[in-house]
């Protein structure tokens, strides 16, 4: 059930970036293909492209879609500015 890639906005995008040039460990919070929303810490590796849409892979082996990153650290994603954590199920 995997929906269209939405590109993220550029300042957030460089944000991640930045956590891979300089390979720091963030703790961040995605929602799945189900919209359940999960959190996970790693180290930033590197951004790959597949199938038209930009992955986030972590020292960990976890893929985060760019898109479906919530909250990276203390700093929400472009779009899930109202996003209540309260209500996982509240996309």
Do not use: W
């Not at 929303?37 to 020292?59: K, Q």
């Not at 879609?65 to 199920?89: H, K, M, Q, W």
């Amino acid at each position: 059930m995997e929906s269209d890639y939405k590109p993220v906005a550029n300042h957030f995008r460089q944000a991640v970036e930045s956590l891979v040039a300089e390979r720091k460990k963030a703790t961040l919070n995605y929602v799945t293909d189900l919209r359940e929303l999960l959190t996970t810490t790693g180290l930033a590796r590197e951004i790959v492209s597949r199938g038209g849409a930009d992955y986030l892979t972590l020292s960990t082996g976890e893929e985060i879609r760019l898109d479906r990153i919530v909250r990276l650290d203390n700093t929400l994603a472009p779009g899930y500015e109202s996003y209540d954590f309260g209500n996982s199920c509240a996309l």
